[in-house]
Nanobody, 130 residues
């Protein structure tokens, strides 16, 4: 059973940094796509960043150059380092994952932009004050 548990959210002033973590377990396959998505009150959910089992990454334009997604395979943990935070980054951040027995080049990219992840964490709140 896949489990995703986020941590690391909190409140920070604009310009500050936070690092989110997502502890994952129960991988059904070794090929995966893991991502961070967020949803602010009254707004649609949006993808933030994704990483595949080969280490390839994808970012939303709004966070490029400020956020970095990474993974520690030994710890089965996904991270999102968020720097230069802005008030508009305020949202509930969700860790999500999907798995496949056979990986093709654009699979994770397609999963991320379609938000078609099969597994989701409970979310962690990030609040950025001006």
């Amino acid at each position: 059973q896949v489990q995703l548990v986020e941590s690391g959210g909190g409140s920070v002033q604009a310009g500050g940094s936070l690092r989110l973590s997502c502890a994952a377990s129960g991988y059904p396959y070794s090929s995966y796509c893991m991502g961070w998505l967020r949803q602010a009150p009254g707004k649609e959910r949006e993808g933030v960043a994704a990483i595949d089992s080969d280490g390839g990454t994808t970012y939303a334009d709004s966070v490029k150059g400020r956020f970095t997604i990474s993974q520690d395979n030994a710890k089965n943990t996904l991270y999102l380092q968020m720097n230069s935070l802005k008030p508009e980054d305020t949202a509930m951040y969700y860790c999500a994952a999907d798995f496949t027995p056979g990986y093709s080049g654009s699979w994770c990219y397609d999963v991320f932009w379609a938000e078609n992840f099969g597994y989701w964490g409970q979310g962690t709140q990030v609040t950025v004050s001006s």
